[in-house]
C-alpha cells in the first residue's frame, strides 16, 4: 500500500474557502477545511475549490465530515468525527484510495477508531477550548502520552487550546502534529499569527 502523505506538524483548522484562500498561500502545508450549515451546491463548491487551491500550492488538504462528496470529487484525505464515523461508508471511502484521520476523546472512541486502520488519530481537547461547547474536559499532557503509546507508529494529532508557547510541550508527549484553530482564528493579525506558527515547525 502507498504511504499515508505526512500531516505536517503545524495543522491549522479553517471553516470556508475564504480562510483556506487566505492561509495556504503563506506556506500551510496541511489544512481542513470544516464547513458548516452550507447547502448541498455551497458544500461542493468549496471543497473543489479548495482542492485545486491546495494542488497549486502542495498543501494536504483534508475535507472534515462530507465523506460522499469528498470522494466524488477526488479529495486525498478526509477527516471523521465519532458520530459521523458510525453512519459513513468506510468501505466506500478506502475503497477510493482515500486517507482517513478519526477524532477520539475516550478509550472507547480510540478503540472504535484504531479498528478501522485510520491513517491518524485526533486526540482533543488537550487544552481547554472556548471554539464550542464540548462534553469533554481538558485531556492534558498525559493523556497524549497514553494516546501515543497505545496507537504506537499511527500519527498522534493533538487539538484543543494549543498556542506556540504549549506546542513544545504537546509534542514532546508525543504528539506528531498540534491543529489550531482558534489561536489563529481569534488572533488581531491572523497571518502574522500563522507565520509564526510556521517558523516553529520549521524548528521542530
Known amino acids: 500500500m502507498q504511504t499515508a502523505p505526512r500531516i505536517a506538524r503545524f495543522y491549522p483548522i479553517v ?4 480562510w483556506l484562500e487566505r492561509l495556504v498561500p ?4 496541511t489544512i481542513q477545511l470544516r464547513l458548516k450549515d452550507a447547502s448541498a451546491a455551497e458544500v461542493r463548491r468549496q471543497i473543489a475549490a479548495s482542492i485545486e487551491i491546495c494542488r497549486q500550492h502542495r498543501c494536504l488538504f483534508i475535507v472534515n465530515d462530507y465523506w460522499k462528496e469528498a470522494i466524488d470529487l477526488g479529495a486525498e484525505y478526509l477527516h471523521l468525527g465519532q458520530e459521523d464515523l458510525a453512519v459513513a461508508d468506510v468501505k466506500a471511502i478506502k475503497a477510493a484510495g482515500m486517507r482517513l484521520g478519526i477524532s477520539t476523546h475516550d478509550h472507547a472512541e480510540l478503540d472504535i477508531a484504531l479498528a478501522v486502520k485510520p491513517d491518524y488519530i485526533a486526540l482533543g481537547p488537550v487544552y481547554e477550548t472556548k471554539l464550542k461547547a464540548m462534553k469533554w474536559g481538558p485531556q492534558g499532557l498525559d493523556k497524549v ?11 498522534l494529532i493533538a487539538i484543543g487550546g494549543i498556542t506556540p508557547e504549549r506546542a513544545p510541550g504537546v ?24 507565520r509564526q506558527w510556521l517558523a516553529w515547525a520549521r524548528t521542530t
Open 15 to 18: 471553516p470556508d474557502l475564504a
Open 26 to 29: 503563506l506556506g500551510v502545508e
Open 145 to 155: 502520552r497514553d494516546w501515543k503509546n497505545r496507537i504506537g507508529a499511527v500519527p
Open 171 to 194: 509534542i514532546e508527549a508525543g504528539a506528531d502534529s498540534v491543529a489550531v484553530i482558534t489561536d489563529f482564528f481569534t488572533h488581531a493579525e491572523p497571518e502574522t499569527r500563522i
